[in-house]
Structure formats: structure tokens, C-alpha cells
């Protein structure tokens, strides 16, 4: 096979990969704050997903334009969801705020499937056929616009963290909770909107996916499992690892995909994840716990 | 042996356990095809629940990925079957090591790299996800297409074969349920149970205490595996058809973990009390559901998530431990 052709098709990786990166850095985020595993993660991408789809079958909003308003209002999902369900299962032992989450995810899967039907539905846009020639390579439009996308809401979400009060009130919340606690920090409030910054993150990759995956209500826990080998992958609470592990899974897959079957991607990105926790437990950025 | 097995269990309890057991025996007389399939699910469940507790509600070791010690037991047995002619109880002398040594494999990897806790669940689904992938390509069990075994109408039950009335895979799990809750107690009341409940509760406060760590948590592994696949046995036999995507499928591990924890994690009768309430409540809104003409996939679900929420909410400790309480049982502590 010609080598132009693994090029493009490792562009094409990279690009989803880093959409893959956003949701996965959305996970991270909640993670390295509120400590709570998101069970439901790629659930909540579908209801963004669906959001993104029926917005564009009614009114043929460009997938660009909703992820602003679209992200908003998984944000507001996250804050409340914080808020009135797992507030109170911050202390509770894993297992509890697991079972928790899988209840949400249960119930998005199929309040989605009961309005929206077990259809696979997919946005068609004016620019879906498009691409970019570049040298030898040809790249669909699509997934450069998705991943400078992810780029200027990843580098929003660092200055956030780094340079805003709100975000560095939050990242002591990670730090030390208790000391967060002592000097006076709201915590519960800077946790739900810690949840709700996640579940956002996911929610712009959602409107990014609807682009490049048709979507069925079931194709929550599969996004919730790739989100978690992907954080993995990165590092857990390390948000460049979440990028990063994103491209690595995303090339793997498309790899995989040429190279022996599409069906046979998961096995590969899987097998990706294991040789991390056996070789490098913290991810490939994260740092090691003392 | 009995009388260390019987300590602390107080008059009432084995009342009561009898009291079920003679139910539980005799249902089938009475129930109708309907029941019996709705109780033959429960004991499966109340069995698999029992030997993932072995892993989480003992050890502290959080599997989400039993569904691969199903498979593999499953997918062994009926290979076997289908392409050697071997009987299901010889399968069984496969199977069980098979999955035993792939338990084995996942727990060397974890405990000797130190993967714990989130990690160590998210490898366990990572080795399901990859078993799942791995037999949708392998020709051997048919892949994706599905492996089915021969059925026939069988005149008569064939146990050597398990082929025949869904009665007598009842009584198997009912037996094999039986049999579980008593190992487990006696796991529990011997040494090995204390060590478990020491690495449970603080690795290394255990580890310091002289217990070799890596070697208990290896025999959790591969107990759990290898009773766990003695239900995907059952299962292949039971349902005859074998298909990756579903036996292999993160939901399927999901739904293995579910009883227990809302049953209760680490008490003995959890498990199967949760089997009962989660299947129970499944089909019984199937049951409401269709009384009043609703047909839209996905109500049912969406009621079960609503219910397990509530559940979790008001009893985090689990359901049993509640109940227990509330019936006059509570169990001595040793």
C-alpha cells in the first residue's frame, strides 16, 4: 500500500483522535476535582449528539455554531446533576458512586431511546465532502475544522484553570479538600461547576462527533469506556495527558482500522491501554502518585 | 467443620434458610413455565453475584469485567461440545481452569505493577472489551456469527448432556446457589476469609501484619473466575447460542455486579437478595408494562434506573443489611 495512504489516513486519526481528547479531557477534569468516576461520560455525549441533531433537522444550525449554546446547556446538566444527585455521594465508597452513575447512564440510554427511536441518525453538512489538499495529503474539512475546534476550547479551558480565581479556587478544591474547606472556599459549588465544565467539554465534543459518527442511543457506554482509556492512557487529572492520549487512541484506531479491520479497532486501543497500566501506570503525562 | 460453619449463625437464620431452601425446592411444582424462567434467572444471578463478591465484597477487589469469565466458560464448554462431542461436565474440567488462568493472568498484572482501585477495574474491563473483540474475529467459535449448539426435543431430561426441561437447569443452580452461599461462609470463617477482610479493609496495614498480599488476592481472583464460569456453562447450555456482543458486553458485567451491591457488599445473603429484587422488579414492570399496553422500548429500562437510583440513595450499606436488621437477624460478630 502506498505510504500516502497511511499518511492520510494518520491524519484523519489524529484529527478524531483530538475530538476523542476533548471528551476524554472532560472526564479528566471531573476526575482530578470531585473524584468522582463519570459513569455516564459517553452518555452524556449522546445527549449533546442528540441535541445537535434535532437542532439541525429543524433549524440547519451549523454543528459550529451550536457548540457554544449546546455546551451551555450541558454545563447547566452537569451543575445540577452535581448539585442534587452526587453531592451527597462524595463520601461514599467507589463502588456506591459507581452504581450511581450507571443509574444516569441507564436512564439517558433510554429516555433518548424512547424520543428519538433506535434509528441511527447523522447531520449532513454543506462542507461534508470537502477537504484540504495539502502536499500528498488530502484532509476532510470536517475534521480539521473539529480539531481546531477542540484546540480553542482546550486552550480556553487552560487559561480558565491557570489564570482565573474561580479556576484556581478550583484547583486547590484538587488539591486539598479539606484546606479548600478551611479557608473558605465553597466547595460544593466549585465542584458542581467543575462537573458542569466536564460535562460541557464532552458536550462540544458531542456536536463535533455528530460530523463524523451517526448516532443511535446506544452508543453511550462505548464512548464512556473509550473516554476512560483514553484518561488512562494521558494520565488521570493530567488534562494535556487527556489530549494527548486522545491522538494516541485516535491514530491507533484508524491504524488498526487499515491495517486489519475497523471492527477490530477496539481490541487495539484496548491492548494500547493495557501496556500503560503495566508499563506506565500514571498514564504517559501523568505524574506518579507519591 | 459443621460446627465452625454453624458458629455464630443464630436458630433463626437456619430457620429461615430452610424455610426458603423448601420453597425454593419446591417451586417448580407449582410455578408455570413463565416463573420458572424468571427463577432460574435470579439463581443465576444470585450465583454469579455470589463468586464476584468473593472479589469485592471480600477482597476489595472491584471487577467490572466479569462477563469474560462467563464468556470463557461459556464459549469453552460449548466449543468443546460442538466441535468434539464432549459433554458439558468434562467442558467443565476446561472451562474452569481456562477462566481460572485468565483470572490469574489479569490479577498477576495488576498486583504485581500495583494497579488498584479504579485502575484495576477499568484493566478488568479492558481484558472483557478485548475478549468481546477477540471472539467476534475467532473462527474457531464462529466469531460474530454466533455459536449454537445442536438442539433437539428430548423426550427425557438428559443431565449428562444438560439437555432438556428448564427444571433441571433450576435445580442445578439452585444447588450450585446453595453450594456457593455455603463455601463462601466457609471461606469467610477460615483464614483465608480474615485475610481478604484485612486486605479489605487496609492493604497495607494487612501487608505489615506478615499477610503475603499477592497471594491472597491471587486465590480471590481465581476462585471468583473459576466458580464464575461454571455459570457461563450453564448459560451455554441453557440458551444454546453464544454471540461475542452479548456475552462478552461490558452491560452483561454491569448486570453481574448490580445484585450484590444493592443486596449488600460482602454479606453473605446480599447477593442473592439483590438477584431477587433486581430481577423481580425487571419483570414485574415487564409484567405492569404490558398490562397496560405500553410498548415502547425502553420505559422498562428507564423505570429500572429510576428504582436503582431510589435504592442506592436511601440504603447505601445494601439492602440485606437493612432487612436484617428489621427481621431480627443479626448475625453475632466473630
Known sequence: MPLDLYLNVAVGGILTGLVYGLMALGLSVIFGVVRVVNFAHGEMMTIAMYIAITL????????MVMLVPVAAVLFAFGYVLQTRLI??????????????????????????LIAFGPDARSVQTTYAFDSFQVGPLIVDATKV?????????????????RFTLIGKAIRACADNYTGALVVGLDVKHLYALTFG?????????????????????????????????????????????????????????????LVFSPSAKSMFSFAVLVLVLLFRPQGILGKRAA | MIARLLDGVSRRTLLMLGALLIVLIAAPLFAGDYLLTVLILIL????????????????????????????????????????FG?????????????ASLAGAFIGFLAFRFRVAGVYFAILTIAFAEFARVGFDHLGWTRGSAGLFLPVAQYAHNDLWN?????????????????????????????????????IREDEEAARSAGIDVFRYKMIAVVISAGMTSF???????????????????????IEIILGPIVGGLGTLFGPILGAFILTGLSETLTAVLNALGVDIPGVKQVFYGVCLLLVITALPEGVWPWLRARIGLKERQP
Request: aromatic content about 14%.
Open chain 1, 56 to 63: 439541525f433537522t429543524a433549524f440547519h444550525l451549523d454543528p
Open chain 2, 44 to 83: 443465576y444471578f444470585a450465583y454469579i453475584g455470589q463468586s464476584w463478591n468473593i472479589m469485592m465484597g471480600f477482597a476489595g477487589l472491584l471487577s467490572l469485567g466479569h462477563a469474560l469469565y462467563v464468556g470463557l466458560g461459556a464459549y469453552t464448554a460449548a466449543a468443546l461440545y460442538v466441535h
Open chain 1, 145 to 161: 475544522y473539529a480539531g481546531v475546534a477542540t484546540f480553542i476550547v482546550a486552550a480556553a479551558l487552560f487559561a480558565f484553570f
Open chain 2, 86 to 98: 464432549v459433554g458439558p461436565w468434562f467442558g467443565l474440567l476446561a472451562a474452569v481452569p481456562v
Open chain 2, 162 to 198: 444438560l439437555r432438556g426441561h428448564p427444571a433441571m437447569f433450576y435445580y442445578i443452580l439452585l444447588a450450585a446457589t446453595t453450594l456457593a452461599l455455603i463455601g463462601c461462609r466457609a471461606l469467610l470463617r477460615s483464614r483465608i476469609g480474615y485475610f481478604w477482610l484485612a
Open chain 2, 231 to 253: 455459570a457461563g456453562v450453564i448459560y451455554a447450555f441453557y440458551y444454546n447460542n453464544l454471540f461475542p456482543e452479548q456475552v462478552f458486553h461490558i452491560l452483561r458485567s
Open chain 1, 197 to 257: 465544565i466536564g460535562t460541557a467539554c464532552v458536550g462540544a465534543a458531542g456536536v463535533m462527533m455528530v460530523m463524523i459518527v451517526d448516532v443511535t442511543p446506544t452508543l453511550g457506554p462505548a464512548y464512556t469506556l473509550l473516554a476512560f482509556v483514553i484518561v488512562i492512557t494521558g494520565g488521570l487529572g493530567s488534562m494535556l495527558g487527556a489530549l494527548a492520549g486522545g491522538v494516541l487512541i485516535g491514530l491507533t484506531e484508524a491504524m488498526a482500522g
Open chain 1, 87 to 112: 453531592n451527597p455521594f462524595i463520601t461514599r465508597p467507589d463502588t456506591s458512586q459507581f452504581l450511581l452513575l450507571v443509574a444516569v447512564a441507564i436512564i439517558i440510554v433510554n429516555v433518548l
